[in-house]
């Protein structure tokens, strides 16, 4: 089993820029892929990115497209989202997680970070 770590969050302005990562530790040895979710306060976890485990194959939410960008380090068992143009409409509790394969769907993960909180002021 893996467990994964997230680490990066804080408070920034509106057009400022942060990057999450996500230290992954315990079965790296086995092949899984990474995902980004996040959970605004009221509202349903949701999905922003995802990488395959190779890195070739990405996708990722219509609302960050163009300004998130997902990538990992196989070498240091740890993913990024990079996070750029930050609206306040960002904010909100970003986990990663892992999977057998990459998908947009919560239910098609097994394995969660703690999270970490990410606001974007006006």
């Known amino acids: 089993q893996v467990q994964l770590v997230e680490s990066g969050g804080g408070e920034v302005q509106a057009g400022g820029s942060l990057r999450l990562s996500c230290a992954a530790s315990?079965?790296?040895?086995?092949?899984?892929?990474m995902g980004w979710f996040r959970q605004a306060p009221g509202k349903e976890r949701e999905f922003v990115a995802t990488?395959?485990?190779?890195?070739?194959?990405?996708y990722y939410a219509d609302s960050v497209k163009g300004r998130f960008t997902i990538s990992r380090d196989n070498a240091k068992n740890t993913g990024y989202l990079q996070m750029n143009s930050l609206k306040p409409e960002d904010t909100a509790v970003y986990y990663c997680?892992?999977?057998?394969?990459?998908?947009?769907?919560?239910?098609?993960?097994?394995?969660w970070g703690q999270g970490t909180q990410v606001t974007v002021s006006s």
């Open positions: 997680a892992a999977a057998p394969l990459v998908s947009n769907k919560v239910e098609g993960y097994d394995v």
């Open positions: 990488i395959s485990w190779s890195g070739g194959t990405t």
């Open positions: 315990g079965r790296t040895n086995s092949n899984y892929a």
